[in-house]
């Protein structure tokens, strides 16, 4: 039996439920034949943990540095001070970065991996390096684009740069070029391009199994609305989200019917506007037949999830990788797309450059953006349906053929 260490960053939930399809088909797959162990912290340590309730001595929480929260997003000037000293409950950089490669060290000594597979761990692919063993990096990131405002991040970018490189094999959880969404993040060098595959999206590829519609998807039957999704950890989560109703104060909303999903497991959050501001429950607002102009909720199945892509207009999103893959490859909707972070702005430019969507960074763009889009909408669907068919949404199939190939090696 071959033993393997999964290595998920836990920033965000891209690194998470990237790693978690591929598991699956791992498992699906290779199951029988493997010994998997867990790695990460904090909300996505607790997930594993409920995930895999018989596997809790496979599962370790190792604290692998990350950045401190701000209002929107990660905050540049706090996480750049803890660097050297104590911010927020978080222990300098410093101290960080070597209390958890050491912790990270033992667990290799102790566990002996045949093979390792680190989504967003750069020190896991280093500590591989240096023991020989075979390491998988899976990203769409290596040397981002730096916007004028952040050009004093380019160090520090070359550093992780050359880390993520010490890996045997650089996997790009994305469409080989000319459609590869995350092209402004890579900027790979020729002499690394050997080692680097584009296996696709992670996508979802399991077949709904569609039951009695809900009281949200009978409301919204036959409507024209839009989709706003709101993604991320908890601080880029409500950035976005007060992004969203800065737009919404704009006269132009007043009749523009919209869909809100918070990605937060909340009933409270669970409403229904009409466009005077009065607020229903969702099943009031079905019964009582309300002319609604928001709906907001907390979580959403995966059947309403699916009914809401297939008939929204467009979708508003903040840029993040996951969800443009899925919409963009999957839907074949148009974006407008508010970024938090430089890497979300690479990946909305690329799109806009496309044909695919338009970058909004204030409400008043929001705003022209959702006309455009409306006014241009058979240009936007051609060129949403032409990406489509490009698509590859098959990254954690194909890697899962490129573990079965290293593991098969190594027999």
């Known amino acids: 039996m071959k033993k393997i260490g999964e290595f998920i960053y836990p920033w965000g939930n891209g690194h998470y439920s990237r790693m978690m399809r591929l598991n699956d088909i791992l498992q699906e797959k290779l199951g029988n034949e493997l010994e998997t162990h867990y790695f990460s912290k904090g909300e996505i340590y607790e997930r594993l943990l409920k995930k895999f309730p018989s596997q809790k001595d496979k599962i370790h929480e190792v604290l692998m540095p990350t950045p401190i929260d701000g209002k929107f997003g990660p905050s540049v000037g706090l996480s750049m001070l803890n660097v050297l000293v104590p911010v927020s409950k978080n222990q300098p950089l410093v101290s960080q970065i070597s209390s958890y490669l050491k912790e990270e060290r033992k667990m290799y000594d102790q566990e002996k991996f045949d093979l390792v597979i680190n989504d967003g761990d750069m020190g896991s692919n280093v500590l591989a390096n240096n023991r020989g063993i075979t390491s998988i990096f899976v990203t769409n990131q290596f040397l981002p684009k730096l916007w004028k405002s952040r050009f004093y991040f380019y160090p520090s970018l070359v550093f992780v740069s050359k880390q993520i490189a010490k890996a045997s094999k650089i996997i790009v959880a994305d469409s080989p070029p000319p459609y590869t969404i995350c092209e402004y993040n890579l900027n790979f060098p020729d002499e690394l391009k050997e080692k680097v595959t584009y ?65 937060r497991n909340d009933s409270t959050i669970d409403r229904v506007l009409d466009k005077y501001g009065e607020k229903y429950t969702i099943s009031e607002a079905l019964e009582k037949k309300i002319d609604w102009i928001q709906i907001d909720k907390g979580f959403l199945s995966e059947q309403e999830k699916d009914m809401v892509l297939n008939s929204c207009k467009y979708s508003v999103i903040n840029g993040s990788h996951t969800v443009m893959g899925e919409i963009l490859g999957k839907y074949a909707k148009p974006i407008i797309g508010i970024p938090i972070y430089d890497e979300h702005t690479n990946q909305i430019q690329w799109a806009q450059e496309k044909k695919l969507g338009i970058m909004a960074k204030n409400r008043k763009q929001t705003i022209n953006a959702i006309q455009n889009i409306k006014e241009n909408y058979s240009k936007f669907e051609e060129s949403t349906k032409e990406f489509s068919k490009n698509f590859d949404g098959n990254g954690a199939e194909n890697t899962t053929n490129i573990v079965s190939e290293i593991l098969e090696g190594k027999n």
């Open 199 to 263: 296996v696709g999206h992670f996508s979802n590829n399991k077949k709904i199994e569609r039951k009695e519609q809900t009281e949200l998807e009978l409301l919204i039957q036959n409507s024209n609305f839009g989709y706003w999704m709101r993604t991320g950890n908890m601080s880029t989560n409500d950035g976005t989200g007060e992004r969203y109703e800065d737009a919404f104060r704009e006269p132009e909303m007043k009749n523009e019917k919209r869909v809100i999903s918070h990605a």
